[in-house]
């Protein structure tokens, strides 16, 4: 009787102290990983622009670039390599290109001075057609009428306003034009 | 020293002579009227950290394609597909339908009207033109097309911006589940939206006869 008494104890005394020890520091079991996913700053985008001047579309493809695991967080974003390879503009480039019935009337949007006359790839510049998330929040364009398409630049800016405002004084300067016809997108997606 | 000094004073009243007729040009130009542009907004891509490879960074399924067409998918015979239509072709059966005679195998085709669809025609911001319609094309394995037809009409002169307005809707889905193309056929424009899996059949295109 006693010994079954004392076995009772000891066990009650052994739950006890099973509840009582101390929780491990990084199970962190008051927040789900879901929340905690969805605290993490998004992933470095960046967002071009194309045109398909002969049906008169322009396309955005987002590209998201997955963090080295050395990557530093600054101001709540991960940063956007400094290089980006020809490769991924080809890609982007493809949104378009897999989109028209004569891929060889799609060009990145920023176009040069005379695109109107001597309308080709070589004749806009990739880099140009591109904003990074870590920089701006807003990519924009801004256009004049050339006959049957739109020759265009961009720009990239703080706010859809600010996107379109460089991107109508680039197009200005550019073409020496009034570029009204316009659109910004945000570079990260909604 | 005089001389180059008359040559430089004449060079900058040039230039200043020039810069002032370009000026006068821009402002006496003819220029566009303000107007806001359609940005056709593919999928995002996802890269990896060295930039090598990507994958689609959106996992979508032939129900965000259906959500889009009224339960539409690739593959649907085409009285399933009749069935789903706002107006149904009434009798409709493989053996009646019409040879499309652009594709070098037996493809058939049915069509109805775009103004009779509500949700074939969503997404469309301006008038569709009352003789537009929508075409669907089956081969024995089922639906592998969808193909938008704008015909202009006296109310509705010009339909590119209506074709924007359907591929802004399509261009959303990525590649691997539907492939949306615009081009011009005579004064027609054409949106198909085509199934990837559909191989050679892919490129394709419809030629307006008589237009």
Known sequence: MVARAFLFLSLCLLAYGAKAGPVPFDLNLALPPVVEDSLKPPHCTIAYLMADIGMNDTYAARMRITPDENARISRGKYPCPTTVPPRIGARALDTCTARSANPKTCVYIDMSRGFETDPELRNTSENASRCASDISSHIGMACWKAGGFDVCNSACGDSPQDAIAQAVQRCAEKHGKLCTITASLPVLPP | ?211
């Open chain 2, 1 to 211: 020293m005089l001389v180059r000094m008359s040559r430089r004073i004449g060079l900058t009243a040039l230039l200043l002579f020039g810069s002032l007729v370009g000026a006068v040009a821009q402002t006496t130009e003819p220029q566009s009227p303000p107007a806001a542009k359609t940005i056709l907004v593919a999928p995002p891509t996802q890269w990896t950290s060295d930039m090598l490879s990507f994958r689609p960074a959106l996992s979508q399924t032939t129900t965000d394609f259906a959500a889009l067409t009224g339960g539409i998918v690739f593959g649907m015979v085409a009285t399933d597909v009749n069935a789903q239509l706002a107006e149904p072709t009434p009798g409709l059966n493989w053996s009646t339908m019409p040879l499309a005679g652009e594709f070098p195998e037996d493809v058939r085709y049915f069509w109805t009207r775009l103004e009779g669809s509500q949700q074939l025609a969503a997404g469309i911001t301006g008038c569709a033109g009352a003789n537009s319609y929508v075409v669907f094309l089956f081969r024995g394995r089922g639906l592998f097309r969808m193909s938008y037809r704008l015909v202009a009409d006296a109310q509705c002169p010009n339909l590119a911006q209506t074709a924007t307005d359907l591929m802004a809707r399509y261009v959303q889905i990525g590649r691997e589940l539907a492939l949306s193309v615009h081009y011009r056929a005579g004064r027609v424009e054409v949106v198909d939206i085509t199934d990837p899996s559909a191989g050679y059949l892919i490129p394709m295109r419809w030629q307006a006869r008589g237009r």
